[in-house]
Structure formats: C-alpha cells, structure tokens
C-alpha cells in the first residue's frame, strides 16, 4: 500500500472539494484529493442543471453565493477557461397570494446582504419575460446578476487550475477509514492505500454521512432523488432561469432556463421527497414537468426534450448546508448537506474552507458559520431552497 504525507486530504472531487483543492494549493498547502469516481464531477455535480444564484433567503447563503458569483462570472477573463457562463438573472414568479407574500417578505433581508433584487409587478414582469401566460400573474422577483454555467466545464476548469497549482488527485479509491489518534486525524486509509494529513475534509456529497460514521459522528445528510432534463438547442427567447415555487400533486416547485448554448434546461423539487441513492428515471417525470412548464409559458410546447436524468441532493432537515469543525474530531473538518446547490455555493464555500484551515477568518465567517454549524438545532427552514 501507497503511503505519503499532506497537510490535508478532502474526500469527494465534485463541487465543494475540487474548487476547495485549488484554493488550498494556491495558499501553499499539500492537498490530495481522494474520490470514488473515475474522474472529478461524476457524482451530483455532472447531474446538475447548472443555476447559479446568490438569491436566497438567509445570509450565509446569500454571502457564498454572491461570492460564488463573482468567482464564475470573471473566470473566463481571468484564465480563459470556457464554463458557458451566461448573466441571464433569476425570476421567482407568482401567480398566487401566497408565492407572493414569500417573496416579498424576503426582499428586505435580500437587500440588506447586498442583493441586487426588486420585485416586478405582472406588467412590467411581462416585459422582461412576455412568453408569461398572463392569467393570473401577479408579479416576481428578479435578480438580474445571478446566471448560469456549465456544471462539467466549470469542474473540469477547476480540477486542471488546482492540479497547476499542486493539488494531487486520486480517482477510483474508495475510503475505508479515517485514521483518528486521542481524539486527532492523522489521516485515511482507502481500499488502495493509506495517507496521512492533520486535516481532512469531508465533502462526499450524497456519501457523506457514511464518511462522517468513520469518525464516529452522525450527521443528517440524506439523498433525494431529483430529476432533469434537456431540450434541442433553440434560438434564444428567455434571459433569466424562472422559478415557481407553487407546489402542486407531485412537486414543491419546479425551474428552467435556456442554456448558452440554446437548450432548455428543467427539474423539479419531487413531493413527496424520494430519499435515498436510486438514480434511474422514471416515467411520471416528465408528463408532470412538462403540462407545468407549458400552462406558464405556452411557447414551450413544440421544443422536443433530448435527454432526462436523475441525480441526488445531499439534504438536510432545514434546508442548510453544513459547514465547520468536528468538535470531537480535531481536524475533522465538514463540508456536507448542499442540499442540491453544491454547484452554485461551491467557490464560495471553497474560500470559506480555505479560511477555516489557513485561520485566517474572513469578517462575515463567524456569522455564515453560525447558519451552517453541525451543531444548531436544523428546526428553521430556508424558504427558497
């Protein structure tokens, strides 16, 4: 068995852990990353549709995402890398009294943590997005600096910069153990060798309780099965992702956009959940998405879908992300429970982490670790998840 020593190893390749590995290195650190799949990005992260928001309804959230933002909408200039970023913004539709009144009240906080977010009136909705079907749209709320990008060319852009900058990568080992001395990491053992660092990170996605149980703790982190799908490219016709938050038989809500490349890109939030690691399609999908789709914006009925898929969101019981030190494992750091957003929160929690580990906190860190701490109570909820 190989062995060989890091300043800190991170379980899982995707969202969180590669972009983790590349700011890491770049601050001088040995990283090794550790991942079950053949390459980086082959679990949740190749199976989401891509969305990027910092429009959320609590300021940790927020604080990532714009971060994250910033991160996706500069890399092309930054390092020429192609991730198919496109500025289209997000709109929350409401077509109810009850969808509205949830948006409204979260504009305040919104604003205040630096959102660029006001809420439209069905008119002038409708000339930001004049395929609405008109009957009975009240209005939305529309956040034009949120967009999108390709989920597999920002991974893989993120792997080649972390790989240039030191960070070492180890595909198709899976992890076994975790080496824990009085109540200290030293390391994790994988069904191929065995490594040593004084920090590691769990960012296993749908995997990582099972990676957390190594250490002794429990952490609720469960996968839901979510469904997607793809259409023909199409000339552009929509700028923003559109959202409706109204749940129905079957869904909680259900969002699109049009990709950079022309393609309408679709999932829904299943209701009842479907927890657990089943990631083959299924039939109800998309009849129900589709009448969905097509009663809010008509046009949408001749476009043929080309693909469906199904992917895991790491959940947790309010809807937050877990983020922070294991107070019983020194060293043990997590970075779970994404709840489906990994791909849009991923840089900014990658910083965040890079903080954690070089202790040189950030002004806002002590606040957004208080929202996303293994230990709080998970009894609130975020209401635009």
Known sequence: MSRAEYDVIIIGAGSIGTPTALFLARKGF????????????????????????????????????????????????????????????????????????????????????????????????????????PRGLRGGAFSPEDGNASPLLAVEAFYRRARQAGAQFRFREN???????????????????????????????????????????????????????????????????????????????????????????????PSPSLWGFDERETSDFLPMVSRRMIELMPRLQNIRVRRTWRGLYPMTPDGFPIVGWSKEIQGFLLAVGMCGQGFMLGPGVAELLTRLVSGQPGPDDEEILSYLSPYRNFVSEEKLK
């Open 175 to 269: 992890v076994k153990n975790l080496v824990i001395e009085n109540g200290k990491v030293k390391g994790v053992v994988t069904d191929i060798g065995s490594y040593q660092a004084g920090v590691v990170i769990n960012a296993a996605g749908a995997w990582a309780a099972e990676v957390a149980g190594l250490a002794g703790m429990k952490i609720p982190v469960t996968p839901d099965s979510h469904e997607a799908a793809v259409t023909e490219p199409v000339q552009r016709f929509f700028e923003p992702m559109v959202v409706d938050i109204r749940p129905v038989k079957g869904s909680a809500n259900y969002y699109f956009y049009q990709h950079a490349t022309g393609q309408i890109i679709f999932c829904i939030t």
């Open 30 to 133: 040995r990283v090794l990353v550790l991942d079950r799949n053949p390459s980086p990005g082959q679990s949740s992260n190749k199976r989401a549709i891509g969305g990027l928001r910092a429009t959320h309804s609590d300021p940790a959230k927020i604080k990532l995402g714009l971060r994250s933002l910033k991160i996706f909408s500069t890399w092309k200039e930054t390092y020429g890398d192609e991730i198919e970023w496109h500025q289209g913004g997000y709109c929350f539709v409401a077509y109810r009294e009850e969808e509205e009144k949830t948006l409204k009240e979260v504009l305040p906080l919104q604003k205040r943590h630096g959102l660029k977010i006001d809420w439209l009136e069905a008119e002038e909705l409708r000339k930001l997005l004049p395929d609405l079907n």
